[in-house]
């Protein structure tokens, strides 16, 4: 079994910035079988989306277009935590954001179907006032 837990969320104004982690804890193993490590986010009567994923195992790294230039996902394979890294906030990155692991081929088109992850965080608010 794995655990997801994410941290770092909180109430900013716009412009600002914050660091997302997610910390994988259990049956660590489970990096041999799930590749992908992710970061959706999701509002009230909205689907999950997902924002940004990486290959774990290093190499493709994929981005909403809405975030490019915005947000970094990036890993510590030692500490099995995942960070998502997001500057010049706006009022519409308001959403709980979600820690997500999965396993996909490596030519798989972006973005990644929720449903296709195994593993799930409880999600951590983001707030960004305007």
């Known amino acids: 079994q794995v655990q997801l837990v994410e941290s770092g969320g909180g109430s900013v104004q716009a412009g600002g910035s914050l660091t997302l982690s997610c910390v994988a804890s259990?049956?660590?193993?489970?990096?041999?079988?799930?590749?992908?490590m992710a970061w959706f986010r999701q509002t009230p009567g909205k689907e999950r989306e997902g924002v940004a994923a990486?290959?774990?195992?290093?190499?493709?790294?994929v981005y909403d277009d809405s975030v490019k230039g915005r947000f970094t996902i990036s890993q510590d394979n030692a500490k099995n935590t995942v960070f998502l890294q997001m500057n010049n906030l706006k009022s519409e990155d308001t959403a709980m954001y979600f820690c997500?692991?999965?396993?996909?081929?490596?030519?798989?088109?972006?973005?990644?179907?929720?449903?296709?992850?195994?593993?799930w965080g409880q999600g951590t608010q983001v707030t960004v006032s305007s």
């Open positions: 997500a692991a999965g396993t996909f081929d490596s030519d798989y088109p972006w973005p990644f179907p929720a449903y296709s992850f195994g593993y």
């Open positions: 990486m290959y774990t195992g290093g190499g493709r790294i």
């Open positions: 259990g049956d660590t193993s489970f990096n041999n079988v799930m590749n992908v």
